[in-house]
Nanobody
Framework: VQLQASGGGLVQPGGSLRLSCAAS????????MDWYRQAPGKQRELVAT???????NYADSVKGRFAISRDGAKNTVYLQMNSLKPEDTAVYYC?????????WGQGTQVTVSS
């Protein structure tokens, strides 16, 4: 299984970005797909999750600003990030899990700075 993350970049505070995670098989074949992030000097943290049934969950720090969604036809999960803050700066990773294995994509850098 391959997960290809894209969409990162440099954005000003208050701006928006949309990250994409393209999977090499159906996103519904995983129990859940997630976005994690890791800022310099910090531990990797869970940002948002979407289950195979469509349930979504978010870290408190991004609730109301970020939205995770999927396009089943494209085997892709998205993370729409609005009202970005400097503290959202991190490398963002796509993750997919089954009951027997975890899969990780490569990271995509998001930098929020004026």
């Amino acid at each position: 299984v391959q997960l290809q993350a894209s969409g990162g970049g440099l954005v000003q505070p208050g701006g928006s970005l949309r990250l994409s995670c393209a999977a090499s098989r159906s996103t519904f074949s995983f129990n859940a797909m997630d976005w994690y992030r890791q800022a310099p000097g910090k531990q990797r943290e869970l940002v948002a999750t979407i289950t195979s049934g469509g349930t979504t969950n978010y870290a408190d720090s991004v609730k109301g600003r970020f939205a995770i969604s999927r396009d089943g036809a494209k085997n892709t999960v998205y993370l729409q990030m609005n009202s970005l803050k400097p503290e959202d700066t991190a490398v963002y990773y796509c993750h997919a899990g089954t009951i027997v294995r975890d899969y990780w994509g490569q990271g995509t850098q998001v930098t929020v700075s004026s």
